[in-house]
């Protein structure tokens, strides 16, 4: 599927929503007179979806694999303050919301992995290069695989066919 907006994204979409629910958890009482660390969490969350979104903007595959991985260090870094916060008295009755967030995050980070990974083995450089040229080539190669895999379904069907005339 090729998406159009960064809005569109399901790994952008989970970003905001850990975003969403860190603020959730920083406005709780265990966080007044801890400032500090309550906005490290919320500027670490935040970073996620932004980076994911900037980097979806800039236009080259290079750049976006830049921010992808500035996005999955973000969620590392929200991950590991609530590792912090798991271990501090103060928080131990957040213990399964704060557990429920360290999951969403591992489940971004492993997201951006992923696309981190496809994108690494794609031969395209991103939007800023696309000239209709290139793009004739890329859907020409598309269109060749496409040939190809229905040209190989169809030699099965036909030894299929001739295998079961043969018992008959």
């Known amino acids: 599927m090729k998406y159009e907006r960064f809005e569109d994204l399901p790994v952008w979409k989970a970003a905001i929503d850990l975003a969403e629910k860190i603020y959730a958890l920083t406005s709780q ?98 939007q800023r290069y696309l000239t209709q040229q290139t793009r004739r080539v890329s859907d020409a190669a598309r269109e060749r695989v496409e040939f190809l895999e229905e040209l190989r379904r169809m030699q099965e069907d036909r030894i299929a066919r001739l295998q079961v005339e043969g018992r008959n």
């Open 29 to 126: 009482n265990q966080f007044k007179g801890n400032g500090s660390l309550r906005d490290q969490v919320e500027r670490a969350a935040v970073s996620v979806s932004n980076n994911i979104a900037e980097g979806f903007e800039r236009g080259t595959t290079q750049e976006l694999l830049t921010f992808i991985y500035i996005a999955r260090g973000s969620a590392g870094e929200v991950r590991s303050m609530l590792c912090l916060l798991e271990r501090l008295d103060r928080f131990q009755d957040l213990k399964s919301e704060i557990s429920n967030l360290k999951s969403l995050a591992l489940s971004i980070s492993r997201q951006l992995r992923g696309w981190a990974a496809s994108l690494q083995n794609s031969e395209i450089k991103g």
